[in-house]
Structure formats: structure tokens, C-alpha cells
């Protein structure tokens, strides 16, 4: 599909799926679009976070797309109307529709989290993970559980993400920053990058 179907589609309540790495999607993708990489454990979080009433657009590398399509197929998701046709390089006239998630480290955190409005931070690994240890003051909403939750979490302040590898923060920061969570006020904490 062209930029100009894939945002017809978009207008009728299309599920935008981008499937490459989490920091090139961070680095800039389609407004309003869930990245689940395809590396990782795909086919278990687009079983979980996907409807299975609505169509899919699938933005991917080229090259990558009909591998993306035929993994949602065997899972269920038949429903894919298609691919955006060259990719993110699609968007190279259109900077009005891309955006961007900042990444944050450790060492940064830990400074921006003695200062006054200091973001909240959300540790989307599940409960059992959770007890086994947490940053104190972390709020914990399982990744399954955080479209449902995420109007509760407050606009005013900056979001940070985290689990234990990375995969699922960044599904977590596409899911907020679709719930209105944008505009550079998402951050994703990488476990590789925590100190303790």
C-alpha cells in the first residue's frame, strides 16, 4: 500500500503494526503505530496485544514484510490488508506524521528521579517477576494489562518503561505513546543498561 492508503486505512480504524527493532522504531516511526519486532517473541505478543476484529497494515524493513504477514497468518491474524510500501523511507515528505520515543539510561533516571517532577515509572514484567525484585517506587502493569491501564497513568508527567530485556518496553512505549503518552515523554529503560 502507498502512504496515502495505508492513512485511509488508518481513518477507518486499522491496526498499524511496525515490526522492525525497537531502536529504529524509537528512532522515528508512523504516529499511532504498535511496534512488536520481529525478532524476539513475536508471535506471542501480537497473539496478545492484537484484535482480532480489525485489519492490519504492516510496516516493516524491506524485505521483511511477507515474512511478518505469513507469521501473523499462522497465529490467526489473517486479516492483514497489507504493507507499507517502502517502509519508513515512505515518510520522507511527511515529518507531520512521524514521531519519536526517547530511550533513557540507568545513570539518567536515577538523576532526573531526585528532581521535582520526577517521571513515573512503570515495570511492565509480570507480577511474579515483579515480587522477585523491583525498583522501589516502580508502579507494576504487566504489558497485557497496560492498554487497559493506560489512561490511568498521568499525561503531566514523563512515562519510563522497563522490563528485563528490553522486548516488552518497547512494545509498552509504542502502546502509550498510542494512548497519548507522545511527544518525547515515553522513555524506555533497557534492563542491559541498569546498574543494580
Excluded at 502507498?2 to 492513512?7: D, R, W
Excluded at 507469521?71 to 515512505?90: E, H, K, P, Q, T
Aim: glycine share 10%.
Amino acid at each position: 500500500l502507498n502512504l496515502a492508503q495505508v492513512l485511509q486505512w488508518t481513518d477507518s480504524g486499522v491496526q498499524l503494526l511496525d515490526v522492525r527493532d525497537a531502536i529504529d522504531f524509537e528512532g522515528a516511526h508512523l504516529a499511532g503505530t504498535l511496534n512488536i519486532a520481529i525478532q524476539g517473541k513475536y508471535a506471542t505478543w501480537c497473539g496478545t496485544m492484537l484484535s482480532q476484529d480489525k485489519p492490519i497494515v504492516v510496516i516493516a524493513d524491506s524485505g521483511r514484510e511477507e515474512e511478518a504477514i505469513v507469521r501473523l497468518a499462522r497465529i490467526g491474524f489473517d486479516n492483514v490488508v497489507g504493507y507499507l510500501n517502502g517502509g519508513m523511507d515512505s515518510l520522507q515528505d511527511r515529518p507531520d506524521l512521524v514521531k519519536q520515543i526517547d530511550r533513557i539510561t540507568a545513570v539518567a533516571l536515577a538523576e532526573k528521579w531526585t528532581t521535582s517532577g520526577s517521571p513515573v515509572i512503570v515495570d511492565v514484567r509480570s507480577e511474579t517477576e515483579w515480587a522477585a525484585g523491583h525498583i522501589p517506587g516502580s508502579l507494576n502493569i504487566p504489558l497485557n494489562h497496560l492498554r487497559e491501564r493506560a489512561s490511568a497513568l498521568a499525561h503531566d508527567h514523563t512515562v519510563v518503561v522497563h522490563c528485563e530485556g528490553g522486548y516488552r518496553s518497547a512494545i509498552a512505549a509504542s502502546l502509550l505513546a498510542q494512548a497519548g503518552h507522545g511527544d518525547g515523554r515515553v522513555g524506555q529503560l533497557r534492563a542491559a543498561q541498569r546498574t543494580s
